[in-house]
Each structure stands twice: as C-alpha cells, then as structure tokens.
C-alpha cells in the first residue's frame, strides 16, 4: 500500500474560519470597478448580476473567493470591469449586509436598491398596475367554455 504524501485530508482544505466576523475597512470603488447586486447564480463560478449603472452582467467569481465566500441572490458586490467585454464582468468583492447598509447610507448606492432580499429592486411597481395579470370572466364566457 502507498504512503501518504499529502499534508492532509478533507478537513485540511476546509481550513479555520478566516476570523470573517471582525471589522473589516470598506472598499469603495475605483475606476474600472461597479457596484452590482447578485440577480441568481448560474453555476460553474458565474452568476447573473445587474449592475447600479442599469447593465446586466455575466459576472466570473474569482478563483480566490470561489468555495470560500458564499454568494447568493440579492447580494452587493464589487465587480471589475472589462475593457475588452462590456457585458462580462469579474466579482472583485463581496458586501457584508452591514457593509451593505453603509455604502447605502454614504449614497454609494441608489435608494431604490433592495438590501438582504433575494429579489433585486425591479419588481418595485408590482403594486399599482395588477390588472394586465387578472382576467375578468362573465358568466357567459364560462358557459361557452
């Protein structure tokens, strides 16, 4: 039987709890870089994200934060921009929600955007005009059918 030359198993990748709780400096963003909110995640690294300049974008989870940060619909990241590919875009950083919170309240991000929800702040206006999804039957119309 062969020896062992790795440094370990299953529970050596898992590794320590990176101490995430601590306070960490928020990052704003910087020329190439845009805030985005997740709008679902597609798998294989990639998730679907609309950007606060009104771009939906394919976005790459870096090789760094893949299997390490979790990210889910509705989450704030940062995202770098792609000289060469407008409508691709790589995931630089994830918002904790309080970090979230803050960039808001510093008008980083717009009022409208929806924070710690899994449905991103288009659906705003569902409210007001209900009535192209409810169709009214007469009861000669039932009898037809």
């Known amino acids: 039987m062969p020896k062992n030359k790795g440094k370990g198993g299953k529970n050596r990748k898992r590794g320590k709890n990176e101490a995430d709780d ?3 400096e928020l990052i704003f963003k910087e020329d190439g870089q845009e805030y985005a909110q997740v709008l679902r995640m597609l798998g294989n690294g990639r998730c679907e ?8 974008r394919l976005c790459h989870i870096r090789g760094k934060m893949h299997k390490k940060v979790w ?6 990241v940062l ?3 792609r000289d060469y590919q407008d409508d691709k875009a790589d995931v630089i950083l994830k918002y904790m929600s309080d970090e979230a919170r803050l960039l808001k309240a510093y008008g980083e991000l717009p009022e409208n955007t929806r924070l710690n929800e899994g449905i991103v702040g288009d659906l705003e206006d ?8 409810y169709v009214e ?3 000669e119309d ?3 059918v």
């Open 49 to 56: 994200a609309m950007c606060i300049d009104g771009t939906k």
């Open 79 to 81: 995202v770098g921009l």
């Open 22 to 24: 601590e306070k960490r």
């Open 142 to 144: 039932i009898d037809r």
């Open 137 to 139: 039957f007469e009861d």
């Open 71 to 76: 990210i889910a619909a509705g989450d704030i």
């Open 126 to 133: 569902d409210d007001d005009n209900n009535d192209d999804d």
